[in-house]
C-alpha cells in the first residue's frame, strides 16, 4: 500500500497544475459558496492548482475567486451557467478551449427538498428534467469536454462526487454517477487516466441542513482533505475511514432488506416532520395576514 501511494503521489505530481476545474453547486439550491463549495476549492488551491470556478451566480464566483487569489496566489478563472439548462455546454467549452485541465471533479448536484414519493413532488414534469440535467447530463458533458486532452497527454484525473446512497435503491440519482464513473475507468485506467467514483455519507453543509459537524459528519474541509488521499488507491471510495466503516456495515455485515427498511423509515419520519413544519408556517401566515387585516380596518 505505501510503495501504491508513493506512486500515485509521483502521478499526481505530474499532472499539469495549469487549470483545475470544480464545478460548484448552482445558488438556486440554497447553496453557501462561500461557507461550503468554496471551502472545498481552497483545499486544492492550497496544492497549488490553479482553479477554473463554474456555477450560477457571477457575484458568488468572484467572491469564491477572489479568496482563493488573495489566500493561496493562485489564479482562477470562472464562467457562470446554470447547470438546470441544457444549452450551457458550447459556452463552458468555449471557456475551456485551449486549457489544459488537471484536475476535474464533477461536484454539482441536487437533492429533494425533503423525502417524497415520486409522483407527489410539485411541479414533477419541470423537477424530472432539471434534477436529471444537474444530477447526469452535467457529469457526462463535463467528462466530453476534458477527458480527450487528458487521454493525449495519458495523465489526467475525475473525481465524479455521488452520494452513500448510490449504494443501495434508494430514490435518487446517484447510483448513476456511480456506475458510470467505475465504468469509465476501467476503460481508461490504461491510458494513464484516473477516474475514482467518490461516495460520501453526510457531510456538514447546508444542502444536507446539518449545522454541528461531528466525527461521522464532517466538515467540507476535513472529508476534502481525507479524499485527495485515496486517489488512485482506489476506484470507488467513501473517501472518509468513519464513512468507510459505516459503508462497509450496511453493504457487508448488516442485511440488505435490513438497511433498506431503515433508510425507507427515517424518509418517512423526515417527511412528515417537514410537512407538519410546513403546515405550522401556513398558519401562523394566515394568523398573521388576519391580524394585519384586521389592524388596517
Not at 458550447?90 to 478551449?97: M, N, Q, S, W
Request: charged content about 20%.
Amino acid at each position: 500500500v505505501l510503495r501504491q501511494a508513493g506512486e500515485i503521489q509521483t502521478r499526481l505530481r505530474s499532472v499539469p497544475r495549469c487549470y483545475f476545474y470544480l464545478a460548484l453547486l448552482s445558488l438556486a439550491l440554497n447553496m453557501n459558496i462561500e461557507q461550503t463549495a468554496g471551502r472545498d476549492s481552497s483545499t486544492l488551491a492550497r496544492k497549488g492548482f490553479a482553479m477554473m470556478l463554474i456555477s450560477r451566480s457571477q457575484d458568488k464566483l468572484d467572491d469564491v475567486a477572489r479568496q482563493l487569489e488573495d489566500q493561496y496566489k493562485v489564479e482562477t478563472r470562472t464562467i457562470a451557467v446554470d447547470f438546470g439548462l441544457s444549452d450551457i455546454y458550447p459556452k463552458i467549452e468555449a471557456g475551456l478551449a485551449g486549457l489544459d485541465i488537471g484536475v476535474l471533479v464533477n461536484n454539482v448536484g441536487i437533492s429533494y427538498p425533503y423525502p417524497e414519493y415520486f409522483l407527489h413532488i410539485p411541479d414533477l414534469d419541470n423537477f424530472i428534467t432539471n434534477m436529471i440535467n444537474v444530477n447526469m447530463t452535467s457529469v457526462c458533458q463535463m467528462t466530453r469536454l476534458v477527458l480527450p486532452r487528458m487521454v493525449q497527454r495519458s495523465k489526467g484525473v475525475v473525481l465524479n462526487i455521488s452520494s452513500a446512497s448510490g449504494m443501495y435503491p434508494v430514490p435518487l440519482l446517484t447510483a448513476f454517477v456511480d456506475f458510470f464513473s467505475r465504468g469509465l475507468q476501467e476503460e481508461y485506467k490504461a491510458k494513464g487516466i484516473i477516474v475514482q467514483s467518490v461516495l460520501p455519507f453526510f457531510v456538514a453543509t447546508k444542502m444536507t441542513r446539518i449545522r454541528k459537524p461531528t466525527l461521522d459528519k464532517p466538515t467540507p474541509e476535513r472529508y476534502v482533505a481525507a479524499e485527495l488521499t485515496t486517489i488512485g488507491l482506489q476506484d470507488q471510495t467513501n473517501g472518509y475511514f468513519p464513512h468507510a466503516v459505516m459503508g462497509w456495515l450496511t453493504t457487508v455485515l448488516v442485511p440488505i432488506n435490513l438497511v433498506i427498511y431503515f433508510g425507507a423509515r427515517m424518509n418517512r419520519a423526515q417527511r412528515t416532520g417537514y410537512l407538519r413544519r410546513r403546515k405550522l408556517r401556513e398558519l401562523a401566515n394566515q394568523s398573521n395576514g388576519k391580524s394585519d387585516g384586521l389592524k388596517s380596518d
